[in-house]
């Protein structure tokens, strides 16, 4: 009997820890050989870079869902690469504004992919964001109604009420989908082994969700850490998720904002392009706030992209 390959997709909205789970996942799964499908919302390829030298080959798509028929393409190519690799498991982690809706029809149509076996769906959902995006968002609601196991992340640094809420409303939206809290990524790996593929096969949907707004800025070099993360502090309160690399005057930092959280740390790895992608949903003023804070750090900053 032909072996085949568990393919298991990690989703979540941006910011819920998607990286930090794939990377404690890599850890539970050391010695077997892993293949990473990371897909990016940006143009700025910080999971990847983040994720690379951890042991497992990998596969980057950016700036578009894999889902959606812009990237529909590279990731048929990325699974035809991966299924003749053979590797003991594939490991998907989609954008945080992709609708995975369509994974299981998309893996099984046409026997394209006999030896990859769907898995199922871990989602992950952050506390401190989900209320705000379930109803704004169209992709966040899409994301958990295709999970196999949820994972409320974060609880660590998240109120009992804000938890509570999450678990309520989980349970009553997605009533037969297991729920989980999880602190770093530490899902028990007995649960990971037990996915069990639950949602039928459904067809793509290539509605854009126009309820999103992004923007891709510039940093030069000349800027320095304190000035950066000023810069982040006049807008970030306006965005659902702000990521990048960039090298300044001081150093090299990942930033990596969740709402008006604003983290700015020491990077010492590659993929450094000093771009910083930020994203907010319906009726944040990102571009408004954006361009004030472009203008205040003149010859520092520049907004290089700004679309709908």
């Known amino acids: 009997m032909e072996t085949r390959t568990d393919l298991i997709l990690v989703t979540g909205f941006l910011g ?80 945080g504004l992709s609708d995975p809706t369509a994974i299981r029809y998309l893996l099984e149509q046409g026997g394209r992919y006999p030896r990859i076996r769907y898995k199922g769906c871990i989602a992950l959902a952050d506390p401190s964001s989900l209320m705000k995006v379930i109803d704004t968002a169209r992709m966040c609601a899409r994301q958990l109604s295709v999970a196999d196991l949820i994972v409320i992340t974060k609880t660590d640094i998240a109120s009992a009420e804000a938890v509570l809420a999450v678990r309520e409303l989980l349970a009553k939206r997605y009533p037969h989908v297991p729920v989980i809290e999880a602190v770093k990524g530490n899902v028990p790996r007995a649960m990971i082994d037990s996915l069990a593929a639950g949602h039928p096969a459904i067809e793509a949907d290539d509605r854009r969700d126009l309820t999103l707004q992004k923007a891709l800025i510039q940093i030069s070099p000349d800027m320095s850490q304190t000035q950066f993360t000023a810069f982040l502090r006049l807008f970030a309160e306006d965005t659902c998720r702000i990521k990048g690399l960039v090298r300044l005057s001081d150093g090299t930092f990942l930033a990596d904002c969740v709402g008006a959280y604003v983290s700015v740390v020491p990077y010492d790895g590659q993929g450094v392009d000093n771009r910083i992608a930020a994203l907010a949903v319906a009726g944040m003023p990102l571009r408004k706030n954006l361009k004030a804070a472009v203008i205040m750090f003149e010859g520092l900053a520049e907004m290089i992209r700004d679309d709908q």
């Open 16 to 95: 819920a820890g998607k990286t930090t789970l794939i990377s404690r996942m890599l850890s539970e799964y050391r010695g077997e050989r892993i293949h990473l499908i990371v897909n990016e919302f940006g143009r700025t390829a910080v999971d990847s870079a983040l994720l690379a030298g951890l042991g497992a080959s990998m596969e980057g798509i950016e700036n578009g869902s894999i889902f959606c028929a812009c990237r529909l393409e590279e990731f048929f190519s990325a699974l035809d690469a991966a299924q003749e690799m053979q590797p003991d498991k594939i490991i998907v982690e989609a954008s």
